[in-house]
């Protein structure tokens, strides 16, 4: 099935870093998602957009919905240990709940 | 958040058994749910839309023979592996969504294991 783009596909930075991901896509969505996964577990979401051109915090985490609807971001601020994991985005066609998900950006932390 | 819970955790079978996975939406109802399936390192694939009171949609490439969906209530839908080989091997994760939120909560997955 379809996939959205994410980049970097990995990152290695030390705590207290900000961090920047993005996400972009060839089709639009109405609505954009990014949940973190931990091994083995399942992905937690983190920020849902659902306006063009949305800005949207979750504490240390910001991300954005771009305005032609075919890319977001999620920056992260000072990252903390707890960050290390998988960022998935997901995208949302008009409603019909069905999700795609991008590619992954795995985010590790150096000590 | 909206909990979504899987059982099992993880699962191990033979080659050739079957093997059901249940979702359940602990304190919402879902009249819609999803399952993915994640290989490692890999992002997760939308296998199939579960339909509470009527059939599955699947997905292209998936064959609805081997994985057998059932949305028996509003809160629970089942998916069954069935004659479960080596390359079933995954992690299946099944998710929610909350009306008026336009989000999707997750379950924490199971992991198929078949020898």
């Known amino acids: 099935g379809q996939q959205l783009n994410q980049s970097p596909q990995s990152m290695f930075i030390q705590e207290g870093e900000d961090v920047s991901m993005n996400c972009t896509s060839s089709?639009?969505?109405?609505?954009w998602l990014w949940y973190k996964q931990d091994p083995g577990e399942g992905p937690v979401l983190l920020i849902a957009l659902y306006k063009a051109g949305e800005l949207t915090s979750n504490g240390r985490l910001t991300a954005q919905f771009g305005i032609t609807r075919k890319d977001s971001f999620l920056n992260i601020s000072a990252s903390i240990p707890s960050d290390v994991g998988i960022y998935f985005c997901a995208g949302d066609n008009f409603g019909n709940e069905k999700l795609t998900f991008g590619t992954g950006t795995r985010l590790t932390i150096i000590p | 958040g909206a909990v979504v819970s899987q059982h099992p955790s993880r699962v191990i079978c033979k080659s050739g058994t079957s093997v059901k996975i249940e979702c359940r939406s602990l304190d919402f109802q879902a009249t819609t749910m999803f399952w993915y399936r994640q290989f490692p390192k890999q992002s997760l694939m939308l296998m199939a839309t579960s339909n509470e009171g009527s059939k599955a949609t699947y997905e292209q490439g998936v064959e609805k023979d081997k994985f057998l969906i059932n949305h028996a209530s509003l809160t629970l839908s089942t998916l069954t592996v069935t004659s479960a080989h080596p390359e079933d091997s995954s992690f299946y994760i099944c998710?929610?969504?909350?009306?008026?939120?336009?989000?999707?909560?997750f379950g924490p997955g199971t992991r198929l294991l078949v020898l």
């Open positions: 998710s929610a969504p909350l009306r008026g939120q336009e989000t999707q909560y």
């Open positions: 089709s639009i969505f109405n609505t």
